[in-house]
């Protein structure tokens, strides 16, 4: 399944829609560029799971779990950017038998963590929506990072794996 997010709104509101969706044991692994919405996209499967928040980045302790707030599983938020093995995510002792875990930079590292998951590649053209700058006298660096920060839309592919999405939206063909 491809899917157009023109703004980090749409993709935070997709994040809900999925997390409506998502139940106990679900495995969500997120793949994309530094600044594609990785942590948006999670902050919307945390909302519409009813989960505790805030729901930010996990860079620097690696894993936070959010307990659920309706009674439905926790939200476990994993960033996996800085590990270098398998060994060293399963050294994190995460429960992906009792809660939903979200991976961020998590592809190749959890092959063998379950027999079904959805993987979520976010493609972010650069530039998209920015007017092509040009160079003069008045142009200074907080224009240069405004247009950094641009809410630019961006692709997402969702492809189910394993027999929990076969038959779903997320599985492409019969």
Excluded: C, N
């Amino acid at each position: 399944m491809r899917l157009e997010v023109p703004t980090a709104e749409d993709m935070e509101t997709f994040g809900r829609e999925l997390g409506g969706v998502l139940r106990t044991g679900d495995l969500v692994v997120l793949t994309g560029p530094l600044g594609a919405g990785k942590t948006t996209l999670t902050r919307g499967i945390g909302a519409g799971l009813g989960v505790r928040g805030p729901v930010q980045s996990p860079t620097f302790v690696l894993a936070r779990t959010h307990p659920s707030l309706v009674g439905g599983p926790p939200l476990v938020h994993v960033d996996a950017y800085r590990l270098g093995s398998a060994a060293q995510l399963d050294d994190l002792d995460l429960d992906f038998d009792h809660a939903v875990v979200v991976a961020e930079w998590g592809a190749g590292l959890l092959d063998d963590v379950s027999e079904s998951w959805l993987e979520i590649t976010i493609d972010r053209p650069t530039g998209a929506s920015a007017a092509t700058p040009t160079l003069d006298d008045d142009d200074d660096d907080d224009d240069d990072e405004d247009e950094l920060e641009a809410d630019e839309p961006r692709t997402l592919t969702v492809t189910g794996h394993g027999r929990r999405w076969a038959g779903t939206a997320y599985v492409d063909g019969p």
